[in-house]
């Protein structure tokens, strides 16, 4: 199984701490941010994902709007810029503790908040974060062999755990 995810979602699960629209969106997005914390792959896309999904039977669902896709673009670029590869459409990789751990450096440090402007959750993901992230649903730590410690940012660190997927033409990742 494969965790579909537009970018912005990215950042949202960094500080997901359980509230959401509904309870069927926060049941989903613990699913979500379940597999992702046993490592399974995550692939970006550019559309409602899998964290959209509870809300797509609604009408006029916010999902699709232009807004939304803005604000995957604009977290797309500076994930990119923190993380030193590409982070499009079908860019897949998987989250360990020291990926988290650099996504939320960048986050708490206002690196990556651009996305986040007009979100109705910025207070609370704001809050989250400079809690050191302890309600998050994600955690950095993974394993006994993943401390979870905190780091600075370091854009090469986290290139082997990225890959692109072999069919896809966007994902041309520069690794070093
Ligand atoms: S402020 Fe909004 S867009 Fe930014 S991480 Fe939080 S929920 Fe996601």
Known sequence: ???????????????YSGKGY????????????????LGEEIVVVSEADDVCA???????????????????DVAAAELSAILGYSIRPGTAFRMDGELITTMRD??????????????EWFDLCSTTAAAHYVDARLTARRSPSDSGSRSTIRPAA?????????????SKLSFP
């Open 54 to 72: 509870p809300l797509l039977a609604e009408s006029d669902v916010h999902c699709h709007r232009e807004s939304v896709m803005r604000r995957d």
């Open 158 to 170: 986290v290139l082997q755990s990225a890959r692109a997927l072999p069919d896809d033409p966007l």
């Open 22 to 37: 509904s309870s069927a969106f926060t049941t989903n997005l613990d699913s979500v941010a379940d597999r992702i914390q």
């Open 1 to 15: 199984m494969t965790v579909r995810l537009r970018a912005h979602h990215l950042l949202c699960l960094l500080t």
């Open 106 to 119: 960048a986050f708490v440090a206002g690196v990556t908040r651009s996305a986040c402007s007009g979100c």
